[in-house]
């Protein structure tokens, strides 16, 4: 039983709502509950209720098909990698064997499947214990990434495998990991294998052999180097998903019309100028991905596609659509940014099923008002074009959450936006606005606000009254100041006020008490305000570029930051108090006067970066500190010792270095 509940689309709110479908219409009741069918397939482990219920609210239903996006989308969601699903489940330990020198570590991922995580451990090969190991034949996936695999011989004696990841990983904008030039033979002889990913290593071409891969279902040859496709594909009736994404494919194989069990199709920045015209015979697809190629026209009968949800056609030279695509009556997300459109496509109009659209950073100068026939619409995004005016008819899209229609031309925002009640997302950016409208106040639902980079010199009274926002973008205006008043938004969680010419905080800054993450870089304070050291609640805080000239002992308080950011101002010294910050991982203070760490640093445990290049740094030095926490505290107990022993070398506290090292 699937119970669809009405508690304002609100994940993680720990709230207990009951089932309630009367302002829910019986349309919306269907579709979301094919949503849920849709992403079966993912094998995510909702919570089961007692009874076997599972309950679902409106915003989890979008939450897990989201999920299923991501793995699709580019520019759409902070996920832009091509892993497989599967591969960053959480994972637990439940055997963990010590293999001459290697520990090898059993675990259990949250879909449940036992598997064999060898990630990062240096092979050079698989060795021979892990394969003959009893428990580790009954495991069902391997990880084998970031390693220099040269071969995967006694794979095959891992018979119960159905998952395998031998790709390369991304980490740092570097490449790490197994470089393969073709699939190893033993692989083929895997007899459950379902899911291969072989991404970033550096194959030339698929063999025919392939085709003894019969129950692959998720194929994963992402950023080799393949030219071409074997015809043997076509033979993989159990390939469901295939990732092409770079690599050096100028067209694609008419043969790929006859897979139909492939469901989801991603060739993103290859070299494709056109795709076939059996393309559209594919009748199982369901998600089509051709970002970043040089596409400049569609076959005519694209709408010959009978389940596709997802068309992902972003960063190619298409100007125009083909009519015959108001046919796609299944068809949810099209994204079009980054081509040379410079009008809607007026087949956009009658595809009535359309839910989110994107046409930003093209060359469009008006929108027309038939897009208001899409009464499904909840996501339009529209920024960096040539609109000279805000679309009067925008106002009337009564399901619109989602609208970004910064960077265009026209200046200043009408009084029909407030009538956009249901909005909770909005992005009105680089738009030169000195003011917002009075009814900008009725937007009461908004969830996240950017209105970054305009000519806001005064803080906007009217956000003050929207009680739900949680992220509030607002850099690059010039405000002086920051009412009082803002922190009676007690559920802003994101705030960014960074170039401004800020002074100081409101003084019940602290009072907003779930605030994670604020930026304040690039303003004018002098000294870090107190009251942003009384906000215990934070995470994240960048303070760069504002000429402090001191940091206070009160700065221990704020024990759940994760990151602070302090590069570039003109304080010489760290308090030793520092170490009440106890959850601290990344502190950067680069381009300042400090020659000193408190030796008190050593207590945070958790600390794995530190920045402070171009400081006089002399206890210790540059050296020692490019070299890692552990060099550090193995320096101040050092020190320690020398003091101990009456060596006069040292100018410090000798009561603080104890105290500091006490836990070593």
């Not at 580019?74 to 959480?90: A, E, I, M």
């Not at 439940?94 to 995580?117: F, H, N, Y």
């Not at 300042?592 to 958790?606: C, H, Y």
């Amino acid at each position: 039983h699937y119970y669809i509940t009405n508690n304002l689309r609100d994940m993680g709110s720990g709230q207990s709502t009951q089932p309630n479908f009367q302002r829910r219409s019986q349309l919306e009741v269907k579709d979301h509950m094919e949503r849920l069918q849709r992403i079966s397939d993912l094998k995510v482990k909702p919570m089961v209720k007692d009874g076997g219920v599972l309950e679902l609210s409106m915003t989890q239903v979008d939450m897990l098909y989201r999920m299923k996006e991501t793995h699709i989308f580019d520019n759409f969601t902070v996920l832009k990698n091509d892993l497989l699903p599967y591969r960053n489940l959480s994972s637990r330990s439940v055997l963990t064997s010590t293999m001459g020198k290697m520990q090898v570590s059993i675990k259990e991922r949250s879909d449940g499947k036992i598997g064999i995580d060898l990630g990062l451990k240096k092979l050079t090969s698989i060795p021979e214990e892990i394969c003959y190991n009893s428990d580790m034949q009954q495991c069902t996936w391997i990880d084998l990434s970031r390693n220099k695999l040269e071969s995967l011989d006694n794979i095959e004696l891992l018979i119960h495998l159905q998952e395998v990841y031998i790709g390369r990983v991304m980490e740092h904008g570097k490449l790490y990991g197994n470089t393969f030039s073709q699939i190893p033979n033993q692989l083929y002889q895997l007899p459950f294998l379902k899911i291969l990913d072989m991404s970033a290593n550096r194959l030339t071409e698929l063999p025919p052999a392939i085709v003894n891969m019969r129950h692959i279902e998720c194929l994963s040859v992402a950023r080799n180097k393949l030219k071409e496709l074997p015809k043997e594909l076509e033979q993989l009736r159990c390939l469901k998903t295939l990732y092409l994404d770079g690599n050096l494919l100028t067209e694609l194989p008419e043969f790929l019309s006859r897979c139909h069990s492939i469901r989801r199709l991603s060739v993103r920045n290859n070299k494709l100028t056109k795709i076939p015209d059996e393309l559209p015979l594919m009748e199982g697809l369901e998600i089509l991905n051709l970002h970043g190629n040089e596409l400049m026209a569609l076959p005519e009968n694209m709408g010959e596609f009978m389940n596709l949800v997802i068309l992902i056609l972003s960063q190619n030279k298409l100007r125009g659509l083909p009519s015959s695509m108001e046919a796609i009556s299944t068809l949810e997300v099209l994204g079009l940014e980054k081509n040379a459109f410079k009008f809607v496509p007026t087949c956009i109009h009658k595809i009535q099923g359309l839910r989110m659209i994107s046409l930003s950073f093209n060359e469009i100068e008006e929108v027309a008002d038939d897009i208001g026939q899409l009464k499904y619409l909840d996501r339009l995004w529209l920024e960096g074009n040539k609109i000279d005016n805000f679309p009067e008819v925008l106002p009337l899209a009564a399901e619109l959450d989602d609208l970004r229609i910064g960077s265009n031309g026209f200046v200043g925002l009408p009084d029909s936006i407030g009538q956009l009640y249901g909005m909770r997302d909005l992005s009105i950016n680089k738009l030169a606005l000195h003011k917002l409208p009075e009814t900008f106040e009725w937007l009461y639902n908004l969830r996240t606000l950017n209105i970054s980079n305009n000519n806001l010199s005064v803080f906007p009274e009217e956000i003050l009254k929207l009680n739900c926002i949680r992220e509030l973008q607002c850099s690059g205006n010039g405000l002086k100041w920051i009412p009082d008043k803002i922190c009676d938004l007690t559920n802003l969680q994101v705030l960014n006020l960074r170039e401004n010419s800020l002074r100081e905080l409101p003084a019940r800054f602290s009072t907003l008490s779930n605030l994670l993450i604020v930026d304040l870089s690039h303003n004018q304070f002098r000294d870090l305000p107190l009251s942003l050291c009384e906000t215990v609640s934070l995470q994240y805080i960048d303070i760069s570029d504002c000429h402090i000239s001191s940091i206070p002992s009160d700065i221990g308080k704020l024990k759940n930051v994760q990151s602070l950011i302090l590069n570039r101002n003109t304080f010489d010294k760290l308090p030793s108090t520092i170490y009440g910050m106890v959850n601290l991982s990344e502190f950067r203070f680069a381009d300042n006067g400090v020659s000193a760490l408190p030796a008190e640093i050593v207590r945070l445990s958790k600390i794995s970066i530190i920045e402070c290049t171009n400081n006089p740094m002399e206890d210790p030095n540059n050296t020692i500190i490019d070299a890692g926490m552990s060099c550090i505290r193995e320096y101040f107990q050092r020190k320690l010792f020398s003091v101990q022993e009456g060596k006069p070398a040292f100018h410090m506290d000798v009561s603080a270095i104890r105290a500091a090292v006490g836990t070593l």
